[in-house]
């Protein structure tokens, strides 16, 4: 018994070992960011490579000071703020409402167009990109809010999450609603959102995650500064002379900060979320 209470401990020690050899790999080029934006630019390649790295010398904030003088980052921002929100929530609303009309309710040719869902999981954006983007021509979207937002507001994953979660809910409870007169756009609102939470959490932060660093598209449709995410603006800027590394990565620190503030403050609820999801289903 000791020999094998030995050997459990072992194993348990190097996984947590591993995990930490890992997160630090993960962590470091994170850490390097953050440590640079601070930092002086002569000092931000010329001790790359070394421990000295991640030593804040003679730190400031003029670097990010650089930032807002040089390009406008507010307005990227507020763009990137603007863009992400709208197809978070209308994502939340659209996808939830086409999950339940799958999980729940039945009409013909349900089982064949939910297929056709699942199948969408496999296909790149970049397969369709090009034909999207000249049917956003075609509707004189281009340089606008709304060709970045309505082409991402259906998702085939967060409806099949939402799906998932909408079968391990007993249908007695439904049942009962429907007893007290209750239709169906009532029992969605009023019983099955409330009991869905985790789902939503879980949708909510991974659409979050996705679409705030999207790239590829924004810099297909958008011309203008008017319209400009954080993405496109910290390509253009690292291209922008004088090229001011200090400058690039304080840029960079504050597109990452608020992922990282969202991860960090509903970590939790993602982890229960996701095990709550089916993702086992």
């Not at 020999?3 to 947590?16: D, K, Q």
């Not at 932060?205 to 679409?211: A, E, G, Q, T, V």
């Not at 500064?225 to 504050?254: C, K, N, S």
Request: glycine content about 6%; aromatic content about 16%; hydrophobic content about 55%.
């Amino acid at each position: 018994m000791k020999t094998g209470t030995a050997s459990s401990r072992l194993a348990l020690v190097a996984s947590y070992a591993i995990l930490l050899v890992c997160a630090a790999l993960f962590f470091l080029p994170v850490a390097f960011m953050i440590v640079a934006s601070f930092k002086p630019d002569d000092l931000v390649l010329g001790e790359a490579g070394t421990w000295r790295a991640l030593v804040p010398t003679d730190a400031s904030l003029s670097n990010y000071a650089d930032v807002f003088e040089r390009v406008n980052f507010a307005r990227y921002f507020m763009n990137s703020v603007v863009i992400t929100g709208a197809i978070v929530t209308a994502g939340l609303l659209v996808n939830s409402m086409v999950a339940y009309a799958f999980a729940r309710m039945r009409w013909r040719g349900r089982k064949l167009l939910f297929g056709f869902v699942l199948a969408l999981l496999i296909l790149p954006f970049e397969a369709i990109a090009v034909p999207l983007f000249y049917q956003m021509i075609e509707f004189g979207w281009r340089n606008s809010y709304q060709v970045q937002i309505v082409p991402f507001i259906a998702n085939a994953f967060s409806i099949y999450l939402f799906y998932s979660f909408f079968l391990q809910i007993p249908r007695e409870m439904e049942e009962a609603a429907a007893i007290d007169g209750a239709g169906s756009w009532r029992t969605f609102f009023t019983l099955i959102v409330p009991l869905a939470k985790p789902a939503f959490a879980t949708v909510a932060i991974l659409s979050f995650l996705m679409h705030w660093g999207n790239y590829l598209w924004p810099l297909m449709v958008v011309d203008y500064e008017t319209y400009r995410p954080l993405p496109v603006g910290l390509a253009e800027f690292q291209t922008l002379p004088p090229i001011q590394w200090g400058d690039i990565m304080a840029f960079g620190v504050m597109m990452v900060l608020p992922v990282l503030v969202v991860f960090l403050v509903f970590q939790k609820g993602f982890v229960r979320g996701v095990a709550a999801s089916g993702m086992k289903h």
